[in-house]
């Protein structure tokens, strides 16, 4: 008798492969048009106005060019750069002839995507090549089980600790992408003090969604939403920061009550089955294999780890730093650990090479998902999406309508799950709406926020498949884990919006 075959969840691969074809789908269904945008030439001190249909006129730099296409904003939040993509002019959205995306254009969208995304996924490797160096000399084996001795009894400071350090991360600066560095460090010291993988992504990653959910300076989403609204960021400011402070200690108190049940029982983990393969993966210390001491040489080799990381935060957030200077950095300390360790020249390029390869996958991850966006920019769908979205709110009781607008731009965020691309595309069409319903636009904006915060949790074209596959756990064994969260938090933040409306 044949046995029958288990059916399993698909790859990420295959997830983000069936959300391109539904995307593609979209481009022959949907009338494709677009907003006429407006965008600030530095070179040559003009405004440049491109129509839909692409023609473009350039128009002088000030206040009343702004006021004469609608767009509330200071003429400095141009000119400073503060706005610096194209803004959608209200008003102005014209249909245009359709663009279908066929097959041609589906199978070139993952190499499209990893054109458009070399400069993260480079970053990724040499993430990847950086942590094979380190691991070689044994150090990361040696640290973690120090650690665990040391937090012996005291292993939720460990989550409260790096949830909230993420989190404000988020709020501040937008940190997400930079996270896929975290994944390899933090992972085996989770799993040395008894809990599973899925506590170690749970800290790390809902740590930065619920951080950027309630931006209280981020310059990627607050500042940017509300310069686009013609509003200042401070506006709207203390509800988001009631969002950021009892939002984080949602989020921890959760992620608490899961790790301490599957650390007193480890069959109740979401992913018992993978338990074995998981703890092989990055506990690399075996019966055979003798942990180093941790001496002098090894607490050098892991203050050079953990200050590269500290770095790269302070070079993001106060120096302007992005994925060059970052990777630099990162080839630079393997270079530096190796030196240290005298790796031979020889083993330096092996270890170096395997740790990349390690990543490779999370690398086209990321790559292939930004394919997806691309498909549905190039069929002209992203700004119909916009028109559609804000028909809908139109004419509807305060409560309703910021409830729905939040719920809107969650999903336009499935679809632009860039905080800044999102923002200069809505905020300049749907703040206005909020005059006629008499809301203020801060509440928007902070609409805006929940909304795509709440889809960052869970959407393929985020960040969530490539912090998976960093340790090999399936999108539906998440949902099961973060679905009950959201549910909290949409409860929350809806309670939120409406304080903000009838207050």
């Known amino acids: 008798m044949t046995k029958k075959k288990k059916l399993q969840f698909p790859t990420a691969y295959t997830i983000l492969f069936i959300v391109a074809v539904m995307v593609a789908v979209l481009t022959w269904v949907m009338p494709a048009g677009k907003y006429d945008s407006l965008a600030y030439d530095s070179g040559s001190n003009v405004f440049t106005v491109t129509s839909a249909t692409g023609e473009a006129m350039d128009y002088p730099p000030t206040q009343e060019t702004l006021d004469k296409f609608g767009i509330k904003a200071e003429l400095s939040k141009f000119v400073d750069g503060d706005i610096w993509k194209p803004v959608g002019i209200p008003g102005t959205y014209t249909e245009l002839p359709s663009n279908p995306q066929g097959i041609k254009e589906l199978f070139q969208s993952p190499i499209n ?58 709020t501040s600066f937008g940190l997400a992408e930079e996270t896929i560095a975290f994944y390899p460090i933090l992972v085996p010291v989770f799993l040395a003090v008894g809990y599973d993988a899925m506590v170690a992504v749970a800290s790390i990653y809902v740590g930065s969604s619920i951080g950027t959910m309630a931006s209280t300076v981020n310059p990627f989403a607050t500042i940017m939403a509300s310069n686009a609204a013609g509003i200042n960021w401070t506006s709207g400011i203390v509800g988001r920061g009631i969002m950021l402070v009892v939002g984080t200690g949602i989020c921890i108190l959760y992620i608490i009550k899961y790790a301490e049940k599957v650390k007193r029982d480890p069959s109740k983990s979401l992913i018992f089955a993978q338990k074995e393969a998981i703890e092989k993966k990055f506990l690399h210390a075996t019966a055979d294999k003798e942990t180093r001491e941790y001496d002098t040489r090894t607490k050098l080799v892991l203050a050079i780890f953990a200050l590269s990381f500290i770095v790269m935060i302070y070079g993001v957030s106060k120096l302007g730093w992005w994925f060059l200077e970052m990777t630099t950095l990162f080839f630079v300390a393997s270079i530096v650990v190796a030196v240290i360790e005298r790796i031979d ?159």
């Open 113 to 170: 995507g990893m054109y458009e995304g070399v400069d993260i996924i480079i970053f990724i490797l040499i993430i990847g090549g950086f942590i094979g160096v380190v691991n070689h000399t044994g150090a990361f084996d040696s640290g973690i089980a120090h650690l665990a001795k040391t937090l012996d009894g005291k292993e939720k400071w460990l989550i409260i600790i790096i949830t909230s350090l993420i989190a404000l991360g988020g």
């Open 345 to 503: 020249e020889r083993a330096f390029v092996s270890e170096f090479i395997n740790g990349a390869r390690d990543l490779l996958g999370v690398a086209l991850i990321v790559g292939i998902a930004r394919g997806v966006t691309m498909i549905m920019d190039h069929g002209l769908i992203s700004d119909t999406m916009l028109y559609y979205a804000s028909n809908i709110v139109n004419g509807m009781g305060k409560g309703v309508f910021i409830n729905v607008m939040m719920v809107l731009f969650a999903g336009l965020s499935f679809f632009v799950p860039s905080s800044s691309g999102l923002a200069v595309l809505s905020m300049p069409v749907m703040a206005p709406l909020a005059d006629v319903i008499g809301v203020p636009r801060e509440v928007v904006v902070s609409a805006y926020q929940y909304g795509m915060g709440m889809m960052a949790f869970i959407t393929p074209t985020g960040l969530i498949l490539a912090s998976l596959m960093m340790v090999d756990v399936t999108l539906d064994k998440w949902f099961k884990f973060v679905m009950p969260l959201l549910g909290i938090l949409f409860v929350f933040t809806s309670g939120l919006l409406l304080t903000g409306v009838y207050l």
